[in-house]
């Protein structure tokens, strides 16, 4: 690993109302694991799948070994007005060349977390959760099964068992 | 490419708190402040200037409505929330269980609405 771009997102963020705290942990475990890593974290993104569009097909042509977008992976604006809208996931999904996904749903039916694991040419791209535990639970797993080498499918299989874990949920029933 | 749906069988209740100043919210430290109050598992999922809304798990609705003056004391005293007179607290009744076979059929990243306007 020697590239990687944060991206923050979320007006909250980008406004000051919330601080980011994802990005620095993130941070930390990434230059933890690749002490040589040059890990750029960017201006926080706005809630806007074309804005989000815009800033990855930006960076696909400096070729980072990884792009991690923060935030914006549930679907809570679909039931309350007030919640943030979360466009990451629809984002990638138009922007990568192929990838793994998997989609945590309340047992009310609401979508709550979709994670992305996908490439774009040379560059490997993820998405995580925005909520702090979420966001840490799920990069670690994601370095852990990178590093071993796994498959897309795998990486993106340990990201959302990590976030999984992260409730008081009992067993996960995969449907 | 693999894609799987996983089903979370936890009880959560919702409660947004209004009427607040914020700026510089340090959510980790309102979870923890609030979690330590109620004895519950809390995820802030939406913060505008003068509102935050958080998902609590596994607790009764109506414990927390009881002490809502105390659960507003306790999140005003997180990083960047100042409450106001106006500051209010609203908690909804546990979600209820619906049948999986309501879950969609094909990855999601949009309502109806969303997919039909991005329709081909």
């Known amino acids: 690993m020697k590239t990687a771009y944060l991206l923050p997102t979320g007006n909250e963020i980008q406004n000051g109302i919330v601080l980011d705290l ?154 | 490419m693999e894609h799987q749906y996983i089903i979370a069988h936890a009880d959560k209740t919702v409660l947004k708190i209004s009427g607040l100043q914020v700026k510089g919210l340090n959510t980790r430290e309102l979870e923890q402040i609030l979690s330590d109050k109620i004895h519950s598992l809390v995820r802030v999922i939406g913060v505008t200037g003068d509102s935050v809304e958080m998902d609590i798990y596994e607790a009764e609705p109506e414990q927390i409505r009881k002490d809502a003056q105390g659960v507003i004391r306790a999140v005003a005293l997180a990083e960047g929330i100042t409450a106001t007179e106006l500051t209010q607290m609203v908690c909804s009744e546990k979600i209820l269980e619906v049948d999986y076979n309501l879950i969609p059929d094909q990855p999601v990243s949009g309502c109806a609405k969303e997919k039909w306007m991005k329709r081909p």
């Not at chain 1, 992305?116 to 702090?132: Q, S």
């Open chain 1, 22 to 175: 994802d990005t620095p942990e993130l941070m930390i475990q990434l230059i933890r694991r690749f002490p040589q890593v040059q890990v750029t974290r960017l201006c926080p993104l706005l809630d806007d799948e074309e804005i989000i569009l815009r800033q990855l097909e930006k960076l696909t042509p400096m070729q980072p070994d990884l792009i991690v977008l923060i935030g914006g992976s549930g679907g809570g604006h679909r039931f309350s007005k007030t919640l943030s809208r979360d466009f990451t996931h629809s984002a990638l999904e138009r922007f990568l060349d192929e990838h793994a996904s998997r989609e945590i749903y309340g047992k009310n039916g609401h979508l709550w977390c979709k994670l992305l694991c996908g490439k774009k040419g040379v560059t490997l791209v993820i998405n995580v959760p925005g909520p702090f535990v979420e966001a840490k639970a799920a990069f670690s797993a994601f370095l852990e099964s990178w590093s071993k080498g796994d498959s897309l499918e795998m990486i993106n299989s340990a990201m959302a068992q990590a976030v999984f874990a992260q409730y008081p949920a009992g067993a996960a029933q995969t449907v």
